[in-house]
């Protein structure tokens, strides 16, 4: 297969060239996450007590796993190339689930901006600051016992040490234009930076110092966008995206990137990383089939066919009755072959590619230096 052959060649090439780069030693010791649906690794399963439907899980985890994904995440891969193990839940309570490498807040349907009653999830990125700061008191107090939860819980000093990742936003700008214009949306991103810049300053007056910030990536190339706002061939863009999603998630890009900055400098003794997201998914959206990637923008796991392969009244796994007729939205033959999962999301082949472009250091402000060695120890 095409894409499993790229991926061999990559890692090749990945491990050829690590002799040639300085080696460092990794100094996170623990990952703290915020985010939406991106890296969410089963916090909206465990909040609402709901399970995905197969075949979500079944290239990695053989399983549904929470993750809205045919295997894993971005978050994962990045998980890997630190050699820590995946990310458990916050609210994930069965299974005696280990916190000690870190804690997952994201929740799938998440926006910075506090929810509202039509929201998706109610923990928005300051309910997840809340989450945190909450789980770092418990912890403390905790581990004031002694050491019986020592091997489930952080050190203290992680929470200084640790790695803050932020991948949020997706969902207050696609979200908005089921009810905005395009100028209002605009408009709003200032009000959307306001309230992440009080959340990340939040984080910090609680000793983090290490922030890895990820903007958001085309929405006007998400499937579900293209058949909702994508009618009109004139709202397109040379690649089938919408354009209007598109210039929306520039523009908020182009503030985060500039808030990123500020921190940066607000902030003397913390790391502030700023991961350009969009311009590697938007890289593989128009080159897909140099990487090994037979469709672009078609679901694999959907319903409808060709050319999208998307229902909006069912989701990937589910069966439905529809206007009398049971549908059912299955799983292609070979999601290696699709960028887009289930319409919303990628897959695990288009996580890992994106992954794979994020270790080389190339999208990131600043680049990669000796404080952000991500080119250990990848095991893809």
């Excluded at 910075?112 to 700061?133: A, R, W, Y």
């Excluded at 040379?238 to 209007?244: R, T």
Aim: aromatic share 14%; proline share 6%; charged share 15%.
């Amino acid at each position: 297969m095409g894409t499993m052959a790229w991926i061999s060649h990559l890692t090749t090439l990945v491990f050829i060239i690590l002799p040639c780069v300085n080696s460092i030693t990794f100094n996170y010791p623990a990952v703290f996450n915020f985010g939406d649906s991106n890296s969410d690794t089963g916090e909206l399963c465990a909040g609402f007590g709901f399970s995905l439907s197969p075949p979500n899980g079944q290239n990695y985890f053989k399983t549904p796993s929470g993750r809205f994904c045919d295997g894993r995440l971005i978050v994962d891969f990045l998980m890997d190339a630190m050699d820590l193990p995946f990310l458990n839940p916050y609210l994930d309570s069965i299974g005696a689930p280990s916190f000690q490498k870190g804690c997952n807040f994201a929740a799938a349907g998440s926006k910075i901006l506090p929810p509202t009653e039509t929201s998706v999830s109610p923990f928005s990125f300051g309910v997840q600051v809340s989450q945190f700061i909450r789980f770092k008191s418990r912890v403390l107090e905790l581990l004031a016992q002694g050491r019986k939860y020592v091997k489930y819980l952080p050190s203290e000093d992680f929470f200084a040490k640790g790695l803050y990742m932020f991948d949020i936003g997706q969902n207050d700008i696609a979200g908005a234009f089921y009810s905005k214009t395009l100028d209002q949306i605009l408009a709003s991103i200032p009000l959307i930076l306001t309230e992440f810049e009080t959340g990340v300053k939040k984080l910090y007056d609680q000793g983090a110092r290490n922030f890895w910030i990820h903007n958001t990536g085309p929405l006007g190339c998400l499937t579900q966008n293209v058949l909702r706002f994508g009618t009109d061939p004139s709202k397109l863009d040379e690649q089938g995206c919408v354009s209007a999603h598109n210039q929306a998630a520039k523009l908020f890009n182009l503030q985060l990137h500039a808030l990123s900055r500020k921190l940066q400098g607000q902030y003397s003794d913390a790391s502030v990383t700023y991961v350009d997201i969009f311009t590697i998914k938007s890289n593989l959206i128009a080159s897909y089939s140099k990487y090994g990637f037979e469709q672009p923008i078609m679901a694999c796991c959907g319903y409808g066919g060709p050319p999208l392969n998307y229902n909006f009244q069912v989701s990937c796994g589910q069966t439905k009755i529809v206007n009398g007729t049971s549908i059912t939205a299955k799983g292609c033959s070979d999601s290696t072959d699709y960028i887009s999962w289930d319409g919303i999301h990628y897959t695990e082949a288009a996580n890992q590619f994106v992954a794979t472009q994020i270790l080389t250091g190339k999208y990131s402000d600043p680049p990669f230096s000796d404080k952000m060695p991500f080119l250990l120890n990848i095991k893809f």
